[in-house]
């Protein structure tokens, strides 16, 4: 996986056109807490010592989320190996996550028109606020990432303070216009597998 991981970085800054940083930041953010397993297991003293700890280290590097495990078992594909059946089964993803602060952090989903529908819902979309918009190319393809400010519709309980911030990740984005001049109020419309705003 690291020697994969080295050709991914190097196709993706191969060129300045198509220079694609979100994969170089991914792959190297993957070996940022993995690489003392990967040392740690191959300095063992004994192969039967190397396959053990090289098996521990798969383990924990799976248990980091869904979308890691997906992108281990792909990377070893693509070099020519088998990985699946030595990692633990898939474990179904939390609804939420609670930071350091105690804050709740909900997961990524699809923006489907379903959750469309409950973004509008929760959150009082016309009053939100344009916090943060960044275009940036990946590749061939550009995407979005927006994130709004928007004050909840719902009681918050012990929560309650600042509005929170909806963070909505784009991909494949064709057309961008931004007003600097009015950043306030979002009409999310989604149809035909695009999202409109």
Not at 16 to 33: F, G, L, P, Q
Not at 43 to 59: I, N
Not at 157 to 169: I, K, Y
Not at 172 to 180: G, I, L, P
């Amino acid at each position: 996986m690291l020697d994969r991981s080295l050709v991914q970085i190097a196709e993706a800054s191969a060129d300045a056109r198509t220079y694609d940083r979100k994969t170089i930041y991914e792959v190297a953010d993957v070996w940022d807490n993995n690489t003392f397993p990967l040392f740690h297991a191959a300095t063992a003293l004994t192969s039967v010592g190397r396959e053990r700890r090289a098996r521990a280290a798969l383990t924990w590097m799976a248990h980091l989320g869904s979308e890691r495990r997906s992108w281990m078992i792909e990377q070893a594909a693509a070099a020519g190996h088998s990985l699946e059946r030595f990692l633990p089964p898939p474990v179904a993803k939390p609804l939420y996550t609670r930071d350091w602060r105690g804050h709740v952090t909900p997961l990524f989903m699809p923006l489907t028109a379903e959750a469309t529908l409950e973004l509008a819902t929760d959150y009082d979309l016309a009053a939100a606020q344009v916090h943060t918009l960044l275009i940036e190319r990946v590749g061939t393809r550009l995407t979005a990432c927006l994130v709004l400010v928007a004050p909840r519709r719902y009681d918050a309980g012990l929560q309650t303070g600042d509005p929170p911030e909806l963070t909505l990740w784009l991909e494949d984005a064709t057309d961008v216009h931004f007003d600097s001049d009015d950043r306030l109020g979002v009409a999310l419309h989604r149809r035909a597998g695009t999202v409109n705003r």
